[in-house]
């Protein structure tokens, strides 16, 4: 996980995640108080992270006759891919 620019310090998993949650929201140091902005290529990894997944199972590894259940599943996989998603974004320092 990324840590803090200023004070090296780690960033907490859940502010990360809370802050792609929400319209990617700038996040804050408990440390030392400097803003991190997520960076576009970050923006693009959460949208891969949680849309390809789903695509993936749905189109190509969908194994059941019922489309409900393989959106379910689909649903659920891509779910659990957005939980990985702090530990690839990477922040920077807001100006």
């Excluded at 923006?43 to 194994?63: D, G, H, N, Q």
Aim: glycine share 4%.
């Amino acid at each position: 996980m990324q840590k803090c620019e200023n004070c090296n310090s780690p960033l907490s998993w859940s502010k990360i995640y809370k802050s792609t949650a929400w319209l990617y929201k700038s996040i804050e140091c408990d440390n030392c108080g400097t803003k991190h902005k997520i960076n576009l290529f970050s923006k693009c990894t959460v949208v891969a992270l949680s849309i390809l997944p789903l695509f993936i199972f749905f189109y190509f590894l969908s194994p059941f006759n019922n489309g409900y259940l393989n959106l379910g599943i689909g649903a659920l996989i891509s779910i659990v891919a957005c939980l990985f998603a702090p530990y690839v974004v990477r922040y920077k320092e807001e100006l």
